[in-house]
C-alpha cells in the first residue's frame, strides 16, 4: 500500500479524534524509524514516552518471541509466573507494597481515583473528594477526564463525575485551603507532561506530602509519563525524597508494549475481593516484557545514563535558546524537555522537522516537546539538535506575520 491510500483509508474508517502527521511508519531499530517511502526519522517522541529502550530493543523483542511461544494470556483465574515476577520487582523498585496490573496509564490512574473513593469510605468517614491540578492530564476515560486540568477535554462529556477540586499546580496553599472534612486525595503529575512539561518548584511535592500527612489524607502520583527512568530516577519523585501512598505507572513499562500498573502502601490497599478486575491486564505476555524492560533498566542504570544525558540536553538547549530570540523558555529533567517559544509556531517546528527527518511534537501550539527513547546517545542529541536549530534559523529568518 501507498502512503496516501493508507491516508485515504484512515479518513474513511477511523473516527477524526486525533490528528496524524502524512507518514506511514513500517520499521523502527532504537532510535530510529523508517517510514513506508524508506525515509529514515530520528525518534524524539518514542509512542508519547513510551519506547522507552528505543524501538525493538533486542532484549524486549526476545522477551516478546519467549513469552509468546510459551503463554500470552490467562485471565487472573489463574497464576502466572512472570506477572508474579514483575509484581515482586516493581513493588520492591518502587518501594511499595501492592500491584495491580492492567493495560494503559488511563486504566492505572481510574485504580487510583478508585482506591481514594474506597478508602475515603472505609478510613476518612465517608470522604469522597480528590484534589487534581489545573493544567493536569491522567487519560481519556471518564474519571480520567474528569480529574483533567483542560477544560476542552471535559467539556464535551458532561455532567462529569462528583467529588474533583481543582487547584492550581505547584501551589501548597491552594491545596491547604481546598482541603476538608470530605477530602480523601490529593492526586499529582510529578511534573506535568502534556501540560507542557511543567516542574513545580523543588519544596512542593515535600509540602504537599507533609500536608497530606497532617491532614491525614492520600498523596497518589501519576507517573504514567513521568515514571521508570524518564527523569532521570526510576520514579520523578525520587528527585524529591518523598513516597507516595498510591501511584501510577505504564508507557515506559513497557517499552513500547502496552502495560500499566497501579500501586499502593498496605494502609491503603483497600480494594477487596471483586472490588476491581480487568481481562487482559497483567496477562503473561505483558508482564514477560514489563520484568524484562524493569530488569534491563536496573540492571544498566538507565534511569542514571537518563540523567547524564538529560544534563546534555538541558545544555544544548539553553545554548540553542540563547542564540534564537523566538525561544522564550527551556524546560525539563531527565529526558523530558520543552522548547517554550514566543509564538505559535510548534506546529510549523514539528513540520519541518519532519521534512528534515526529525519526529518530535509540539505539546502546546507555543511549545515543543522531546522525550526521546532513554537510550538515546549524544550523537543523537546533536543530531536532533541540529535539525532543531536549522529549523528555527528558517523561521526566524522568514517570521509569521
Ligand atoms: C500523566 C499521564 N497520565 C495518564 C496518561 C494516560 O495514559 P494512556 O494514554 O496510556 O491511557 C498519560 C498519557 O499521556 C499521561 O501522560
Redesign the pocket.
Known sequence: MENDELVQLEKKYFLPVGKRLPVTLVRGDGVDVWDINGKQYLDFVAG??AVSLGHCHPAVVKAIERQSMELMHTSNYYYTIPQVKLAQLLCDSAKMDKVFFCN??????EGLIKTARKWGKEKRDGAYEIIVAENA????TMA?VTAAGTEKYRAPFTPLLEGFVRVPFNDINAIKKATTGKTAAVLL?PLQ??GGVILPDDGYLPAVRAWCDEAGILLML?E???GVGRTGKLFAHQHYGIVPDAM?V??ALGSGFPI?AFLTLDHCSVMGLGEHGTTFGGNALACEVGFTVLSYMLEHDIPGEAAKRGDYVGRRLHSLADRHPMVSEIRGIGLIWAIEFSGPIGEDVVNKCLAEGLLVNNVKPTALRLIPPLTVTEAEIDKALEIIERVLDGIEANPPK
Request: charged fraction near 25%; charge should be negative.
Open positions: 508519547i514516552a494503559s496509564g488511563a486504566e492505572a490512574v492530564f491522567h487519560g481519556r480520567t503529575e507532561g502534556e501519576d504514567v509519563q513521568s501510577a505504564a508507557k500499566g
